[in-house]
Nanobody, 119 residues
Framework: QVQLVESGGGLVQAGGSLRLSCAASGSIDSINHMGWYRQAPGKQRERVAGITRGGSTNYADSVKDRFTISRDNAKNTGYLQMNSLKPEDTAVYYC?????????????WGQGTQVTVSS
């Protein structure tokens, strides 16, 4: 049984920072891509950032130069450092990972963590 568990969300004032973590556990051979998504009330889920196993990253334009995605392959954990937060960053943040078990890759989602930025 593979699980992704996010942590690190919370309430922060505009201009503040938060660091989200996404820990994968269970029968994992390796993790390919990892990504962070967010969904604000009444809006579609959007991709925020992604990182390959080798460390190549990409970001949504709305978070470039403010958010940094990283990962620790030895710990099967991904991170999202969020700086200079804005009220429009308020959303539930979800972690997604392509997890390899045997010959197959499966897409897993975490349960989400709430990030609220007050003005």
């Amino acid at each position: 049984q593979v699980q992704l568990v996010e942590s690190g969300g919370g309430l922060v004032q505009a201009g503040g920072s938060l660091r989200l973590s996404c820990a994968a556990s269970g029968s994992i051979d390796s993790i390919n891509h990892m990504g962070w998504y967010r969904q604000a009330p009444g809006k579609q889920r959007e991709r925020v950032a992604g990182i390959t196993r080798g460390g190549s990253t990409n970001y949504a334009d709305s978070v470039k130069d403010r958010f940094t995605i990283s990962r620790d392959n030895a710990k099967n954990t991904g991170y999202l450092q969020m700086n200079s937060l804005k009220p429009e960053d308020t959303a539930v943040y979800y972690c997604n990972a392509g997890i390899v078990v045997g010959p197959f890759e499966y897409s897993y989602w975490g349960q989400g963590t709430q990030v609220t930025v007050s003005s």
